[in-house]
């Protein structure tokens, strides 16, 4: 079954300690995303990746960190957690058109994070 | 700058209404791809519909369709006949290349009620 998988689903932590979110997608996507989703601000992409050991930024990235070692896998990494990242966070991958441009993203199932 | 204006914050219609969820978008780029997705109460992000800028046409799908108009930089989503399966929020994304062609810019969504 064609699937991103993210762990944990519910997390709740305390200020500074580091933390990691894996995500893992069995479709051998070639593009990676983090959001996160609070309210009323819809879902604002945090790091974003086109390929192994390419990532980027997106609109919202202060604060966490991202690696692509492997197709499959982009964990985020919390290094020292506020509680203003207090949130939802999708992970998601997509296949591409030549890099450019995108297909549907796939989306796992969400990490609910709670930082105090 | 690329910006996806999601004006409607929440609607509430009658069930077997028909209710249109408007969405407007930015971009200095002549290509590029609009989605909507799908929030149901359980969480999950759901793919609906995906289209490029050269395809002005517009797109039905069982009771739902899609009017995409560059002239108004709109892609507006109807839904005829509504369900209480419909209620969700719903999220309208955009992604170009003149920033990059890896972003993708969600709205901050439109959560719709259906009332039995």
């Known amino acids: 079954e064609a699937q991103v998988t993210q762990n944990p689903r519910y997390l709740i932590t305390v200020t500074g300690k580091k933390l990691t979110v894996t995500c893992s997608q069995n479709m051998n996507h070639e593009y990676m995303s983090w959001y996160r989703q609070d309210p009323g601000l819809g879902l604002r992409q945090i790091y974003y990746?086109?390929?192994?050991?390419?990532?980027d930024k997106g609109d919202v990235p202060e604060g966490y960190k991202v690696s692509r070692k492997e197709k499959r896998n982009f964990p985020l990494i919390l290094e020292s957690p506020s509680p203003n990242q207090t949130s939802l966070y999708f992970c998601?991958?997509?296949?591409?058109?030549?890099?450019?441009?995108?297909?549907?993203?796939?989306f796992g199932p969400g990490t609910r994070l709670t930082v105090t | 700058a690329q910006k996806v204006t999601q004006a409607q914050t929440e609607i509430s219609v009658v069930e077997k209404e028909d209710v249109t969820l408007d969405c407007v978008y930015e971009?200095?780029?002549?290509?590029?791809?609009l989605f909507w997705y799908k929030q149901p109460p359980s969480g999950e992000l759901v793919f609906l519909i995906r289209?490029?800028?050269?395809?002005?046409q517009n797109e039905i799908s069982g009771r739902y369709s899609w009017n995409f108009q560059k002239s108004t930089s709109s892609f507006n989503f109807t839904i005829t006949a509504s369900q209480v399966v419909d209620s969700a929020v719903y999220f309208c994304a955009l992604s170009d290349l003149y920033s990059s062609a890896s972003k993708i810019i969600f709205g901050s969504g439109t959560r719709l009620s259906i009332r039995p």
């Open positions: 971009t200095r780029d002549t290509t590029y791809y």
């Open positions: 990746s086109m390929n192994v050991e390419v990532t």
């Open positions: 289209r490029n800028s050269f395809d002005e």
């Open positions: 998601a991958s997509s296949s591409t058109e030549g890099g450019v441009g995108f297909y549907e993203q796939y």
